[in-house]
């Protein structure tokens, strides 16, 4: 079973696998922007999240929690004061991996990693369920009737849930 | 120990190997340099990705 068995090895012991990732989320906070290969870049960019979130909660525990796994104070400081508030409107997913190629000697699959940019636009959501947008899709052409219906059906249902509320409260 | 009994005949040895084939790298064409590339991995020859991203610097 694979039951909590979460990431890569990538062939280290654990204590030289913590030793790579603290010295690679050291550098990149600092340099914003590493290359590496694919399989490192996918795992560092679940430490770069945390820490980033460490940053934006950015009391003294959070700060003492970053400094004890990120290894210069300088990156600590630099993660609290320009990387984490540049994020505060991000809900997670701080980082970007784009795959460059192969690289010669070992066919290593590289990867660049970086931090994503400040401007953030949330993602609309969608009104209607993609059932019904479909049915009210193939219903115009016939009937413009029907199309109406669904409309209303969903107001209504969006409707009820207040109604009850209330009615409970009452 | 265990021995062949019988020699493989050139046609068995054929449908043994009719598995061992390469396939072809699946490629396609950067849609700003319209060189052929990998797909899903930045362009090595004008070093963007979706357009805009330009990720390695060439130098000419």
Known sequence: MRHNKSGRRLGRTTSHRVAMFRNMVTSFFNHERITTTDAKAKELRSIADKMITLGKRGDLHAMRLAASYIREKSVVTKLFTTIAPRYTARPGGYTRIVKLGLRPGDNAQLAMIELVEEEFTPKVKKAAPKVKASAAAKAPKKEAAPAVEVIEEVKTKIADPAVACEASAD | ?60
Not at chain 2, 22 to 45: E, G, I, Y
């Open chain 2, 1 to 60: 120990m265990a021995v062949p009994k019988k020699k493989t005949s050139k046609s068995r040895k054929n449908m043994r190997r009719a598995h061992d084939f390469l396939t072809p790298a699946s490629v396609s064409t950067c849609p700003q340099c319209k060189a052929a590339k990998l797909p899903h991995r930045a362009c090595p020859t004008c070093g963007t990705y979706k357009g805009k991203e330009v990720i390695k610097i060439e130098e000419v």
